[in-house]
């Protein structure tokens, strides 16, 4: 089995991943800030997994590299200051990989990097991977990460970008954020609600990300999303029957833009992503629909 560097291993995709991965038999290399309090969280894992704080502690290039590293896109208000996090989180922590792994002898088999659909920017019509990237904030964002990746050195190595929906999973993230106001009956569409929201369940991105570890997709950019976009009053309505509660506060969309900002784009625009080169390589989703997802999570 193959040594993995992954970085972003305790966010809310690698909750999930980072077992998966040694569960299959892998052992992990894993950069974060706290190695102490990583190490204390996933100590059931502890004899499978390294942890760094710094990429020059790999000394020896890994069979296969997943890079998910940046701070959460909606977890603030996007001020300059926190434009700037976001930014170097992502680009920074790419670039200083990038070196390190240009300046060790040999090449990865694998290369896994993280991006978002946010690429394209706000669309109305169905996007492949074929599209252009948008020029808003998120979209130049997620189109210089790629930038980053793409300096790698390495001619046999299989690279692939993963421009990843919104995931859905317990506990924490989306639904996480979600979940309570809807449980008190104060959920609702946002605006118009004919905004897309284009989602994918966790276990698939995880799936997606292993099958990728394969090396059996051609390298390249993949929509990380269900093949089936909803509205966000669509959502709002399967999410609010799933809980078993009403969804009949309309969210207007002004007072949100004044606490959100620019931020309030990712809630109000969106995007009907379609995972084009995944379906035709092969990848078979295990929750292709919404309200199957939803099911399988608060079942």
Not at 122 to 136: A, H, I, L, N
Not at 161 to 171: A, E, F, N, Y
């Amino acid at each position: 089995m193959a040594q993995i560097l992954l970085t972003g291993a305790t966010g809310f995709v690698g909750d999930a991943l980072l077992p998966a991965l040694v569960n299959d038999g892998h052992s992990l290399i894993c950069l974060t800030r706290y190695p102490e309090k990583a190490a204390k969280r996933f100590n059931a894992l502890s004899a499978s997994i390294r942890w760094i704080t710094s990429f020059a502690e790999v000394d020896a290039m890994p069979n296969a590299v997943i890079n998910l590293s940046g701070e959460g896109i909606a977890d603030a208000r996007w001020t300059d200051q926190r434009k700037r996090l976001l930014r170097s989180s992502r680009i920074a922590v790419t670039d200083q990989l990038v070196s390190r792994l240009n300046a060790l002898d040999g090449e990865p088999d694998v290369v896994i990097s993280g991006s978002a659909i946010g690429y394209y920017g706000p669309q109305t019509d169905d996007v492949t991977e074929e599209r252009q990237s948008g020029w808003d904030f998120a979209a130049r964002l997620c189109a210089d990460w790629e930038q980053a990746i793409g300096q790698l050195d390495f001619e046999a190595t299989q690279i692939y970008t993963l421009r990843v929906g919104v995931v859905l999973g317990r506990p924490g993230g989306f639904l996480g954020r979600l979940e309570m106001p809807f449980r008190l009956g104060l959920g609702g569409p946002l605006g118009h609600g004919q905004q897309m929201l284009s989602w994918i369940h966790r276990d698939d991105l995880v799936a997606m990300i292993r099958w990728m570890l394969s090396g059996t997709p051609e390298a390249g950019a993949y929509n990380a999303t269900s093949p089936q976009p909803v509205s966000n009053e669509e959502f709002t309505k399967t999410f609010g029957q799933i809980l078993k509660r009403p969804t009949i506060f309309r969210v207007p969309e002004a007072p949100m833009r004044l606490v959100l900002g620019e931020l309030a784009d990712l809630l109000f625009k969106g995007q009907p992503v379609q995972p084009n080169r995944a379906l035709s390589q092969g990848f078979q989703f295990e929750y292709p629909d919404l309200r199957g997802a939803l099911m399988a999570l608060f079942r």
